[in-house]
């Protein structure tokens, strides 16, 4: 599967708040609302070549996120273009992910509410926000490792009823993620109430009787841009696809299981709390759908 992998710290070259500088010059205040509260939103877009995949609904994900917490964009998508084409120039790679975050920004006050009744020329608001984007380097997807699959628990998810917003509030996504290390799983399948929600960042989708199946979209998961590519790739080859919710019950009679997301791709499960998912191999429809994938990034070359 694709991982993050670490270049040098002192040759990465970021954004931050207007300007392009070494990583290990940027800094933000310790009164940051990011880095108090956790409050703001993030994206991470997968880099082929030097073409963003579906950056069209990256952007729509992020303004979604934004509107959520109702904070404005600091930047429109010609601003970010321009961001990420000067950051790529100069963190060369092959396969490469843009990460970006904003933040609230600075508050003179530890407080949960901002009041922003003071305007700077009478428009703009004197709080601006943090903008900082990096870019990440990505191993490339090895068919012989991830065709091994993967191994997962199940594992309740207690987290809040938010989770289509893409926060950097993650220490409970954290602590699943660990509890499945824990148990020596790869990764974690997230059940409330009985119904299937997705992985600890990532969704799922179930193969039963050659139909594709997910949990539908909705407060309850985060909707990955993966998500929506494999669903379309799917219906263009005449596949069908179900969004509804998934019982729990149902992941024991599943003839395939996947995990998908930017960097992991399509990652097939093949053990579920210590039993086998079908035959314990990465089934028939995994093997199709990963085909199918590739040739969608090779276009973008």
């Known amino acids: 599967m694709n991982s993050i992998s670490q270049q040098p710290v002192s040759q990465k070259m970021v954004y931050l708040n207007g300007e392009i500088l070494a990583i290990d010059d940027a800094h933000v205040s310790v009164m940051d609302r990011g880095f108090l509260f956790g409050d703001g939103v993030y994206e991470v877009i997968p880099v082929v070549g030097h073409k963003l995949l579906r950056q069209h609904d990256h952007f729509v994900r992020l303004q979604n996120s934004l509107n959520r917490i109702s904070l404005k964009n600091p930047l429109d998508e010609t601003q970010w273009q321009l961001i990420f084409d000067e950051l790529l120039e100069k963190n060369p790679g092959e396969e490469r992910a843009i990460y970006l975050q904003i933040s609230r920004g600075v508050y003179p006050l530890r407080d949960l509410a901002i009041i922003n009744d003071e305007l700077v020329d009478g428009s703009a608001e004197q709080y601006p926000a943090t903008v900082f984007v990096m870019i990440l380097s990505v191993k ?152 199918w994938y590739l040739q969608n990034k090779q276009a973008l070359l």
């Open 140 to 291: 490339k997807v090895d068919l012989s490792v991830v065709s091994a699959g993967i191994k997962a628990i199940t594992i309740d998810d207690f987290r809040w009823d938010a989770c289509d917003i893409k926060s950097t509030s993650l220490v409970a996504n954290v602590m699943l993620k660990q509890q499945a290390v824990a148990a020596d799983m790869d990764d974690a399948i997230l059940i409330k109430h009985g119904y299937v929600t997705e992985g600890t960042a990532s969704n799922l989708f179930l193969v039963k009787d050659k139909v594709l199946i997910t949990p539908a979209t909705g407060h309850q998961l985060l909707s990955g841009i993966t998500r929506e590519l494999v669903i379309d790739l799917a219906k263009e080859n005449a596949i069908e696809v179900i969004e509804r919710p998934i019982a729990q019950a149902e992941l024991s009679e599943a003839d395939e299981i996947w995990l998908t997301s930017s960097t992991r791709e399509i990652a097939p499960v093949i053990q579920l709390d210590d039993k086998p998912v079908s035959n314990g191999v990465a089934g028939p429809m995994w093997q199709q759908m990963t085909q």
